[in-house]
């Protein structure tokens, strides 16, 4: 059997999608299982704080609106903005993880169509969108999350908001651990280089980090207008551990980063 081995290091772009692809293929089963109860068949969770786009509204009024998922995964995100009037899309590189879209839409009664394609070239014609958004899909596994940027800005109508989380960059200085141990930096901040798990060599996984300013000027530099960044706390009573977010890392340092944008009308 292989090791899998942790390393930063670069890999190609074929290397990368096909990490990205492969992995969330043989994972989205046991994701669902994990984590389906928590995300709900029609909801739209921001992160694992607990953010819930019925309640941060960073969306604004999606009634009569056509919005893009970006990173779909089960598509839950999609289903909701359904439920409140909107036209949705969902789309992911994964096809397991769009099966699970497909259970979604089954158990919940809620449909939406879903597209198989990369982020890096978005299967639909400009301006098809009055709205884009992800939460923690796509961005971070691409090695050029600045040709997302303008993709999804070719594909917004003008006054189109693309809203997005990541996990925040901040916490790539620590260990992947929820305990004491996530506690203490060890990795600088400004090393870019893609965090990769490989087993005999090949890249199986593959995420990479970006700073504050990195994604500020890729927006910026897609031609994006910033409105905010928010970074939400950790509620009182929420007691669940998701990978490396926990209540003991959440009370003293954020885990999300949300940004807020629009495409300029006109």
């Known amino acids: 059997m292989p090791v899998t081995e942790v390393t930063r290091r670069p890999v190609s772009r ?17 994701y669902q299982a994990e984590h389906g109860a928590f995300l709900g068949d029609a909801e739209f969770v921001w992160c694992p704080e607990g953010l819930r786009e019925s309640q941060a509204r960073l969306l604004g009024d999606v009634r009569g609106r056509r919005v893009l ?17 909107a036209t949705a899309v969902g ?24 597209v198989q394609a990369d982020a890096l070239t978005l299967p639909f014609g400009d301006g098809s969108f009055d709205l884009a958004t992800t939460a923690f899909g796509a961005v971070p596994f691409v090695d050029d999350s600045a040709g997302v940027m303008r993709e999804v800005f070719r594909v917004l109508r003008p006054g189109g908001r693309w809203v997005f989380a990541v996990t925040h960059p901040m916490r790539w200085i620590f260990l992947d651990d929820p305990g004491d141990g996530g506690l203490v930096a060890v990795h600088s ?38 409105d905010d960044l928010v970074e939400p706390e950790w509620p009182a009573g929420h007691e669940r551990i998701w990978g490396q977010w926990s209540p003991l890392r959440g009370r003293i340092f954020p885990g999300t980063a949300i940004f807020v944008s629009h495409k300029p009308a006109g």
Do not use: K
């Open 14 to 30: 074929n290397e990368n999608r096909r990490a990205s692809r492969c992995w969330w293929d043989a994972d989205a089963e046991s």
């Open 189 to 226: 901040y400004f090393d870019r280089a893609p965090y990769v798990e490989s087993d005999g060599g090949v890249p199986t996984y593959v995420e990479h980090h970006r700073t504050l300013g990195d994604r500020i000027r890729e927006l910026v530099g897609a031609g994006f207008v910033v």
């Open 91 to 114: 789309l992911d590189l994964s096809a397991g993880m769009l099966r699970q879209a497909v259970a979604g839409s089954v158990r919940s009664g809620v449909r939406v169509p879903l």
């Open 69 to 85: 998922e970006v990173g779909c995964g089960a598509a839950a995100a999609a289903r909701w903005l359904v439920t409140q009037g």
